[in-house]
């Protein structure tokens, strides 16, 4: 199936946000949902099983000028087999204007077994434009081995190169489930949090020959999460691997490092995840700092 | 591809470019108890080529493509922002950027006309792979070659740190490597392929847990390797 929809979002000018534009068509369509915390939100409703091999979906998000949207989806979406040889493709672009705000929450990607998925998304942000950018792929569903998946994501802030990055997993990807990129975990993902208020970050120190800091986290199964400063902009990447989608939404709900709080998740538990800030593995868990534990 | 000296000296990890003392990320994943034996020295180093050495081999040839064009010096300051954007992990960006420092020094002693003051200037120095492709043009190479000694040498460095960090037998590493040749190749092959691309559009694997790995290897107080 083929499918395009298209979400444009303005200020009223009395500090809201109005939809101007919300079409869709089946399989991609889009609902006014309550506004969240005062944010105008919308959720992708899949309106028929997929994305199916095949399947070409293109969604448009325009957020001008000191509007604020909030984009959810009602269900994971699950990357299953089509045609032999067919590619599912979803393409995502994304414009946030000056002191826009855009949170981008789907749930999470399933690269099912057989299922061959890209996911690629552009987003341009303004100069101020504040983002919230959540991406969760889980590898296969429950017992099964995973498909092929792709999650391309290419970020710009005030027109410089902010983040380029595109996970590869199942059997087309070398190496995808070895040491150096999953190790094992099925579940991966990252939280892209853009924050014009956020104190001078890694750009200022690196500019001088320092390096930045990125912050671990780790919950006592041995999932592993590490906020890290980019230098393109005002930014934080969130990064985390785990065992499962549910302990992969904890960590993604973590606080951010530059001081930036929790954005909302669906069923995020109680898992204590905790702040390693001097640890070696392996050594006397007595040197490891608890700065925070639980979520919210 | 004609073998030539040029290459095998610029690929020999005794190039004076401080190589030996990164890891490439293997100490951390050794310390994680994923990196045990050669099997998974294999799927470490498979993992790698296809990500980082995929990274570095395309933004080689690209700066090695930039250093015959007009405007070289924007070019590879916007292939400098770029691997920035592909960077996300600072610890890895700090290395690149010392690796960078370490083969300028090595490149302007043996080219002293090279073009490198094209490069990024400032502090922290330019990314290693487009100092690799100003020496790899300096040295009047061809786009495969550079992208092979880049992906060549983002196997062997882990690889031979692997023989400090396990203690394996050095014939069962080499053996690992041999039996990667053709993946390296690829990897190469895939890098000198996307060159022509506008820089946005170059290559930008993901390597979750290396990225995570890197940041936690850096609050180590006692280390073997710088990365």
Same mark, same amino acid.
């Given at each position: 199936? +083929?499918?395009?929809?298209?979400?444009?979002?303005?200020?009223?000018?009395?500090?809201?946000?109005?939809?101007?534009?919300?079409?869709?068509?089946?399989?991609?369509?889009?609902?006014?949902?309550?506004?969240?915390?005062?944010?105008?939100?919308?959720?992708?409703?899949?309106?028929?099983?997929?994305?199916?091999?095949?399947?070409?979906?293109?969604?448009?998000?325009?957020?001008? #000028?000191?509007?604020?949207?909030?984009?959810?989806?009602?269900?994971?979406?699950?990357?299953?087999?089509?045609?032999?040889?067919?590619?599912?493709?979803?393409?995502?672009?994304?414009?946030?204007?000056?002191?826009?705000?855009?949170?981008?929450?789907?749930?999470?990607?399933?690269?099912a077994a057989g299922g061959d998925h890209?996911?690629?998304?552009?987003?341009?942000?303004?100069?101020?434009?504040?983002?919230?950018?959540?991406?969760?792929?889980?590898?296969?569903?429950?017992?099964?081995?995973?498909?092929?998946?792709?999650?391309?994501?290419?970020?710009?802030?005030?027109?410089?190169?902010?983040? +380029?990055?595109?996970?590869?997993?199942?059997?087309?990807?070398?190496?995808?489930?070895?040491?150096?990129?999953?190790?094992?975990?099925?579940?991966?993902?990252? @939280?892209?949090?853009?924050?014009?208020?956020? +104190? #001078?970050?890694p750009a200022e120190v690196e500019a001088?020959?320092?390096?930045?800091?990125?912050?671990?986290?780790?919950?006592?199964?041995?999932?592993?999460?590490?906020?890290?400063?980019?230098?393109?902009? #005002?930014?934080? @990447? @969130?990064?985390?691997?785990?065992?499962?989608?549910?302990?992969?939404?904890?960590? @993604?709900?973590?606080?951010?490092?530059?001081?930036?709080?929790?954005?909302?998740?669906?069923?995020?538990?109680p898992l204590p995840v905790t702040t390693?800030?001097?640890?070696?593995?392996?050594?006397?868990?007595?040197?490891?700092?608890?700065?925070?534990?639980? +979520?919210? | 591809?004609?073998?030539?000296?040029?290459?095998?000296?610029?690929?020999?990890?005794?190039?004076?470019?401080? /190589?030996?003392?990164?890891?490439?990320?293997?100490?951390?994943?050794?310390?994680?108890?994923? %990196? &045990?034996?050669? $099997?998974?020295?294999?799927?470490?180093?498979?993992?790698?080529?296809?990500?980082?050495?995929?990274?570095?081999?395309?933004?080689?040839?690209?700066?090695? =493509?930039?250093?015959?064009?007009?405007?070289?010096?924007?070019?590879?300051?916007?292939? !400098?922002?770029?691997?920035?954007?592909?960077?996300?992990?600072?610890?890895?960006?700090?290395?690149?950027?010392?690796?960078?420092?370490?083969?300028? =020094?090595?490149? =302007?002693?043996?080219? *002293?006309?090279?073009?490198?003051?094209?490069?990024?200037?400032?502090?922290?120095?330019?990314?290693?792979?487009? %100092?690799?492709?100003?020496?790899?043009?300096?040295?009047?190479?061809? *786009?495969?070659?550079?992208?092979?000694?880049?992906?060549?040498?983002?196997?062997?460095?882990?690889?031979? $740190? $692997? %023989?400090?960090?396990?203690?394996?037998?050095?014939?069962?590493?080499?053996?690992?490597?041999?039996?990667?040749?053709?993946?390296?190749?690829?990897?190469? $092959?895939?890098? %000198?392929? &996307?060159?022509?691309? *506008?820089?946005?559009?170059? *290559? /930008?694997?993901?390597?979750?847990?290396? !990225?995570?790995?890197?940041?936690?290897? &850096?609050?180590?107080?006692?280390?073997?390797?710088?990365?």
């Open positions: 199936m +083929r499918a395009v929809a298209r979400l444009v979002a303005v200020a009223d000018g009395r500090g809201g946000t109005v939809l101007r534009e919300l079409r869709g068509e089946s399989p991609l369509l889009l609902r006014q949902a309550a506004a969240e915390d005062g944010v105008a939100t919308v959720y992708v409703v899949g309106g028929a099983a997929g994305p199916l091999a095949g399947d070409d979906l293109r969604l448009t998000v325009e957020v001008g #000028p000191g509007a604020a949207v909030r984009v959810r989806t009602v269900a994971a979406s699950v990357a299953l087999p089509g045609r032999p040889g067919a590619v599912s493709r979803m393409r995502v672009e994304a414009v946030v204007g000056v002191a826009g705000t855009l949170h981008w929450l789907p749930e999470q990607l399933v690269a890209v996911a690629e998304s552009r987003v341009e942000l303004a100069e101020g434009a504040r983002l919230t950018w959540r991406e969760e792929l889980v590898c296969g569903r429950y017992g099964e081995s995973a498909g092929n998946a792709v999650l391309a994501t290419s970020v710009d802030y005030a027109g410089r190169p902010l983040l +380029r990055q595109s996970l590869a997993v199942g059997p087309a990807a070398p190496g995808w489930a070895g040491p150096a990129v999953l190790g094992g975990a099925t579940a991966t993902g990252s @939280l892209l949090v853009v924050d014009p208020d956020r +104190r #001078p970050g001088v020959g320092g390096a930045a800091r990125g912050r671990v986290l780790q919950t006592p199964g041995g999932a592993l999460a590490a906020w890290l400063p980019l230098t393109g902009g #005002p930014a934080d @990447l @969130l990064t985390a691997t785990a065992a499962d989608a549910h302990t992969l939404r904890v960590l @993604l709900s973590a606080p951010a490092g530059g001081g930036v709080g929790p954005v909302g998740g669906a069923a995020a538990g390693v800030t001097a640890p070696r593995p392996g050594a006397a868990a007595g040197t490891a700092r608890v700065d925070a534990v639980g +979520r919210r | 591809m004609t073998p030539s000296s040029m290459v095998l000296l610029l690929a020999d990890g005794r190039f004076p470019a401080g /190589a030996h003392a990164h890891s490439g990320g293997l100490e951390a994943a050794v310390a994680a108890g994923l %990196v &045990t034996d050669p $099997a998974t020295l294999g799927e470490f180093l498979r993992g790698r080529l296809a990500t980082g050495g995929l990274v570095a081999a395309a933004f080689a040839v690209a700066a090695h =493509r930039a250093a015959g064009v007009v405007d070289r010096r924007s070019t590879l300051a916007r292939l !400098d922002a770029e691997l920035d954007a592909r960077t996300a992990a600072p610890a890895l960006r700090a290395v690149s950027r010392r690796q960078g420092r370490a083969l300028l =020094r090595a490149g =302007r002693e043996l080219w *002293p006309t090279g073009g490198f003051e094209a490069l990024p200037a400032g502090p922290p120095g330019p990314h290693q792979p487009l %100092v690799l492709g100003l020496v790899a043009a300096a040295a009047d190479l061809d *786009p495969v070659a550079v992208a092979t000694i880049a992906a060549y040498g983002s196997m062997t460095g882990p690889a031979s $740190a $692997a %023989v400090r960090l396990l203690g394996l037998d050095p014939y069962r590493v080499h053996a690992v490597l041999a039996a990667l040749a053709a993946d390296c190749d690829a990897t190469a $092959a895939r890098a %000198v392929a &996307t060159a022509a691309d *506008p820089p946005e559009r170059l *290559p /930008a694997p993901a390597a979750p847990l290396t !990225d995570i790995h890197a940041e936690v290897h &850096t609050t180590w107080e006692v280390r073997l390797f710088a990365s």
